[in-house]
């Protein structure tokens, strides 16, 4: 068992193509309808960020499993509507399907935060990721900072576990590296200063259940947050549609 330093970690991303979507994705604006915006080639992409340009082509890959934008062949990468459904991936990189990881939280996150209401006190370095992301909210450029201490929280509360094999179990289904896809359409609904700060403010809530030692009101706390999350982030229908690779159509 790993100590409790991968799960102050975890939020910061070791595979070399998510910032890179986690930027990408910052600079586009959403809601642009039928107008949709042209990327720059993988070429020219791989030589602004000092990457290869498979590690490009990857990123595009998962921006457009989320929806993010539309890889046209033998044309290029255009940014998309929201409205295009989420695809399934048989590739191991981009973990599961974005609904099946909140669900899996919704199982599983609600019991941790009951268990750390036995000891309040054991919450104090999710307390501190939650301050650290009161400065971020307003800033839009800031957005994927803000949505990685977001999840850093509620690592930060796996990691404060006695339970250690519980933790591990959140840290599969929480951590950047290993969901990719979940990170990446949570930054997209964060663009919304209004989600910025309701997930805040609910963050604050469920720090608050703990630290009082009310079990069930920390249990329910933590599930409501997790199906706003839910509401918010997943479209009613997802797809499930198989996913053929394509030669870039930059090559």
């Given at each position: ?10 939020a ?31 070429r020219?992409?791989a030589?602004q ?6 590690t ?10 989320i929806g993010a ?10 940014v ?24 899996t939280?919704?199982?599983?996150e ?8 036995e ?13 650290a ?7 839009q ?5 803000f ?8 690592l ?18 929480i951590?950047?590296d ?8 949570n930054?997209?609904?964060l663009?919304?200063l209004?989600?910025?700060?309701k ?13 009082s030692?009310?079990q ?18 997943v ?11 394509e030669?870039d159509?930059?090559?």
């Amino acid at each position: 068992m790993e100590s409790s330093d991968h799960f102050e970690q975890a939020a910061k991303p070791r595979r070399r193509y998510i910032p890179i979507a986690q930027d990408l994705l910052r600079q586009m604006q959403t809601g642009t309808g039928p107008d949709m915006v042209k990327l720059p080639s993988d070429r020219e992409l791989a030589d602004q960020y000092g990457v290869s340009r498979a590690t490009v082509r990857e990123a595009l890959f998962a921006l457009d499993l989320i929806g993010a934008v539309e890889v046209k062949h033998g044309d290029g990468t255009y940014v998309a509507s929201r409205g295009k459904r989420l695809q399934a991936s048989d590739q191991f990189q981009y973990g599961a399907l974005p609904e099946h990881v909140i669900e899996t939280r919704i199982v599983l996150e609600p019991s941790i935060s009951m268990k750390l209401a036995e000891k309040p006190d054991s919450v104090a370095e999710a307390a501190r990721v939650h301050n650290a992301s009161q400065n971020l909210i307003e800033d839009q450029t800031c957005v994927p900072e803000f949505t990685r201490q977001a999840l850093q929280f509620h690592l930060s509360l796996a990691g404060a576990l006695d339970n250690k094999l519980m933790g591990e179990l959140a840290f599969e289904v929480i951590s950047i590296d290993n969901q990719p896809l979940w990170a990446l359409i949570n930054q997209l609904d964060l663009q919304s200063l209004d989600h910025r700060r309701k997930v805040q403010q609910e963050h604050y809530e469920i720090l608050e259940a703990i630290r009082s030692g009310d079990q069930k009101r920390a249990f329910q706390t933590m599930e409501q947050h997790l199906k706003n999350n839910k509401t918010r982030i997943v479209p009613p229908e997802t797809g499930s549609r198989p996913r053929h690779d394509e030669e870039d159509a930059n090559e």
